[in-house]
């Protein structure tokens, strides 16, 4: 990541939060040993219910191998050679078997294969849960909405919802950055901060409220001139289109060229429920503004 200023501090602290979701492996341990044990002497391993991305780690101290069975019905007969060994047997021993992604929602049957050992009974069955699907399920995607309230884009989010308010037409092609229609296209949008903004208004002598009441129609295009339904390449200055019609800017992932100005991506990519956002340290004005 790049240099984060305090003002961005709590973009920061939620993209860590959204990297960490779904982290969440468990350690499990089978005493592989007391599997066979209970075997043995007539009973029955219990099932152990499992999550994809657990370690499950067999502990023996006897002589054993760690074999799994493609089947259930493989396992129900102890077919000799149809398991995959996946831990030569040795006496004593801890394998660890990380559950795979494929294995979610259904059993994984583990046997050992040292002979009598599973027609004894030293088997066992690990139900895997749903795993990833559930979080697949509800997608904790974040709309371009939310980055303006955690990145503290105050001077954004107030000039957004004053054009939503004063035009229908914006409002609707703002939607799918709001969380409020589907993103197809997908848009991406640049997001300048408040200094960025400031610095503006000191430029043109004036005030955002006062801005928001004189030129409210003027200020709408600067906003759309901020949003494009263009990729941009990592390293390559690439003419986009905006959704201001007759408006493109030069742009790559490290810098911004607009009709009357430059900005530089401070924070960005930064992945949202609708395309890309960046976060830059100028407005950008289109030509239609007039260069000041
Ligand atoms: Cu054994």
Same mark, same amino acid.
């Given at each position: 990541m790049r240099?984060?200023s ?6 920061? !602290? ?10 969440? &492996?468990?350690?499990? #341990? ?10 043995v /002497?007539?009973?029955? $391993?219990?099932p152990? *219910? ?15 191998n760690?074999?799994?069975?493609p ?9 000799? +050679? ?24 259904? #059993? ?12 004894? !009974?030293?088997k ?6 749903? +795993?990833?699907?559930?979080?697949? #399920?509800?997608?904790? $995607?974040t709309?371009?909405? *939310?980055?303006?309230?955690s990145?503290n @884009?105050t001077?954004?989010?107030? #000039? ?16 799918p ?6 993103a197809d ?10 200094a960025?903004?400031?610095?503006l208004f ?9 801005? @928001?009441?004189?030129s ?5 295009d600067v ?13 390559t200055l690439?003419?986009i ?6 408006e493109?800017?030069l742009a *790559? ?6 009709? $009357?100005?430059n900005a530089t991506v /401070?924070? +960005?990519?930064?992945?949202? $429920?609708? !395309?890309m &956002?960046?976060?830059? *340290? ?5 030509? /239609?503004?007039g260069c000041?």
């Open positions: 240099l984060v305090p003002r961005l501090a709590p973009l920061a !602290g939620l993209l860590l939060l959204l990297a960490a979701v779904g982290v969440r &492996a468990a350690e499990v #341990a089978v005493d592989w040993e007391q599997c066979f044990l209970t075997g /002497s007539g009973g029955v $391993c219990p152990v *219910d499992v999550a994809v991305g657990d370690t499950v780690t067999f502990n023996w101290a006897g002589f054993h760690v074999v799994i069975m089947s259930e019905a493989d396992y129900g007969e102890c077919a000799p +050679g149809a398991g995959e060994v996946l831990a030569p047997e040795a006496p004593g021993g801890a394998f660890p078997y990380t559950v795979p992604e494929g294995a979610a929602g259904g #059993a994984l049957y583990f046997v050992c294969t040292v002979p009598g050992h599973c027609s004894s !009974g030293q066992i069955t690990l139900n895997v849960g749903p +795993g990833e699907e559930a979080a697949v #399920a509800a997608p904790s $995607c709309t371009v909405a *939310d980055l303006l309230v990145a @884009l001077t954004l989010a107030t #000039a957004v919802d004053a054009a939503a308010a004063a035009s229908e037409e914006f409002a609707a092609a703002l939607a950055l709001l969380g409020e229609g589907p296209p997908p848009l991406m949008v640049f997001a300048p901060t408040d960025a903004f400031e610095a000191a430029a043109l002598n004036t005030t955002g409220e006062a801005l @928001l009441n004189s409210l129609p003027l200020v709408t906003l759309k001139y901020h949003v494009s339904p263009d990729m941009l390449d990592e390293a690439e003419q289109t905006t959704l201001l019609p007759g493109t800017l *790559d992932e490290q810098m911004v060229e607009a009709a $009357c100005s /401070s924070v +960005g990519p930064v992945e949202t $429920c609708s !395309g &956002a960046y976060v830059i *340290d100028r407005v950008l004005l289109p030509s /239609s503004a000041a």
